[in-house]
């Protein structure tokens, strides 16, 4: 089972040994959530061959992709069905997203699993977060945000479309945004003014999108940055079930340094008691974050599914300490069977 009341649409596919199994969908008619931005669906796969197909782990072709089960037996003339969640904010120029992933037998790729997906209506953010940093003697900021089109509207005509709603929440109101939608471009031009008095850097808040082919809001953190602070992105965390690791979740994201070499301490001073952090150094005064949740056990610990909840997290650096309250959402447990 998946997270959703809906059971999700399905692509079969058979597996044949001297060529890589490739379902592809013409359409799925989906709907997603406008903050979570996930597709779910499941790929039913036969096993053609004469015999027993065993694989121990798959290798996806993006860290967008959630794909279960990871391992598996498949009797000849059996299938075995896999279900797929996939982020669509990793495609910020296609109309088509689409992915694969390998089955792997004692360490060689012994099949791949392909497929495209063909939005209708979809119209999402194609970025995470919007990482803003202003230079010291400018009072404005210029920045471009991919937006995801569905078919519906990359195929119809320029004078047809409506402008979108947009508007900068958790700003003080002396910052002003002005944007226009860039229909060919596929995004939106955007300007921040910035007052000359601002100096409480980082101001963090959101972009809020509405247009009338999404019910609802497209919301995106943004983060403007005077290039001394901290900066943790993305701001909401989603967690997921870790890799072989029955009785935990993980979520990422990513803490920027003003300088390379930062060596800066990251804890947890208001959360779940079995939250970790882990730092990883990626270069470039950026470092990968791993927050390790181990799932209740009992009632003493409760993490309500699907609810948005808050933790704080501290990061110190040799002169600087700064406090950032970040959402977090934790998977449903059917998803975690």
């Not at 039913?44 to 993006?62: G, H, L, P, Q």
């Not at 809001?217 to 870790?242: C, D, E, K, N, Y």
């Not at 599914?305 to 600087?320: F, M, T, W």
């Amino acid at each position: 089972m998946i997270a959703g009341d809906e059971i999700p649409p399905t692509v079969e596919g058979a597996l044949i040994r001297t060529n890589p199994l490739k379902p592809a969908m013409a359409k799925l008619s989906i709907t997603v959530q406008a903050e979570s931005r996930v597709v779910r669906f499941q790929a039913s796969v036969t096993n053609a061959t004469s015999e027993v197909f065993r694989f121990d782990r798959i290798e996806k072709s993006c860290s967008c992709q959630d794909v279960k089960p990871t391992s598996g037996n498949v009797e000849p003339g059996e299938k075995i069905v896999f279900t797929i969640e996939q982020e669509l904010s990793e495609f910020s120029h296609s109309q088509t997203p689409g992915g694969s992933f390998q089955l792997i037998s004692n360490g060689l790729p012994d099949a791949m699993v392909s497929y495209d997906i063909l939005l209708d209506s979809y119209l999402g953010f194609g970025a995470r977060f919007v990482d803003l940093s202003k230079k010291q003697k400018e009072n404005s900021v210029e920045f471009f945000i991919p937006i995801v089109l569905g078919e519906k509207q990359s195929n119809a005509a320029e004078e047809s479309l409506t402008e979108p709603f947009v508007e900068l929440v958790g700003f003080p109101s002396k910052f002003k945004l002005t944007t226009k939608m860039n229909w060919n471009r596929s995004g939106l031009d955007c300007k921040l003014d910035v007052p000359t008095q601002a100096s409480d850097y980082p101001y963090v808040g959101k972009i809020t999108l509405t247009t009338e082919y999404q019910s609802g809001l497209l919301t995106i953190p943004v983060s403007l940055s005077s290039g001394r602070a901290f900066q943790i992105h993305p701001l909401s965390l989603r967690f997921r079930r870790g890799e072989g690791d029955d009785n935990g979740w993980i979520a990422i994201a990513f803490l920027k340094c003003e300088a390379s070499d930062a060596k800066p301490i990251v804890d947890v001073i208001d959360g779940p008691s079995s939250l970790r952090i882990g730092t990883k150094s990626l270069g470039g005064g950026i470092k990968k974050l791993e927050f390790h949740m181990k799932v209740p056990s009992s009632s003493t610990d409760p993490l309500p599914n699907r609810q948005a909840r808050e933790l704080s997290v501290r990061v110190r650096g040799a002169k600087l300490t700064q406090i950032f309250n970040l959402r977090f959402t934790t998977p449903t447990m059917r998803t975690l069977r």
